[in-house]
Nanobody, 121 residues
Framework: QVQLVESGGGLVQAGGSLRLSCAASGSIFSINNQGWYRQAPGKQRELVAHISRGGSTTYADSVEGRFTISRDSSKNTVYLQMNTLKPEDTAVYYC???????????????WGQGTQVTVSS
C-alpha cells in the first residue's frame, strides 16, 4: 500500500541545480527517518543525505555544502536540493524511508523507484 514515488531527475550541466522530490503515498502511521541514496555505474549504493525523526541531518562529505535535504511532514514528502552539481554526482538517486504503515506492526524499509541524475561536463 505504501509507495515512495520519486521525481525531479534529469540532465543538467555542471554547476547547475536540480531538486528531487519523494512523496510517500498510502496510510502511514509514523516515519522514523528518511534519506537519499545514490548508485553510480560500477559503484555501491551510498548514502547522500539523511534526516532523522527529530530533523537532524547528515550528509556525505562529497555533497556537504552543496546538497540540502528537507521535508514537508504534512505531505509525507522529502526533498533533495542539489546545487553546484558535478559530473561525479551522476547516478541513480533513490529515496528511502524507515516507516510504519497504519496497518503495520513494525517499522519497515521502503525505497523509491530511483531517478536518473546526469551531470554533463
Amino acid at each position: 500500500q505504501v509507495q515512495l514515488v520519486e521525481s525531479g531527475g534529469g540532465l543538467v550541466q555542471a554547476g547547475g541545480s536540480l531538486r528531487l522530490s519523494c512523496a510517500a503515498s498510502g496510510s502511514i502511521f509514523s516515519i522514523n527517518n528518511q534519506g537519499w541514496y545514490r548508485q553510480a555505474p560500477g559503484k555501491q549504493r551510498e548514502l547522500v543525505a539523511h534526516i532523522s525523526r527529530g530533523g537532524s541531518t547528515t550528509y556525505a562529505d562529497s555533497v556537504e555544502g552543496r546538497f540540502t535535504i528537507s521535508r514537508d511532514s504534512s505531505k509525507n514528502t522529502v526533498y533533495l536540493q542539489m546545487n553546484t552539481l558535478k559530473p561525479e554526482d551522476t547516478a541513480v538517486y533513490y529515496c528511502h524511508a524507515f516507516l510504519k504503515s497504519a496497518s503495520g506492526s513494525a517499522f519497515l524499509n521502503y525505497w523509491g523507484q530511483g531517478t536518473q541524475v546526469t551531470v554533463s561536463s
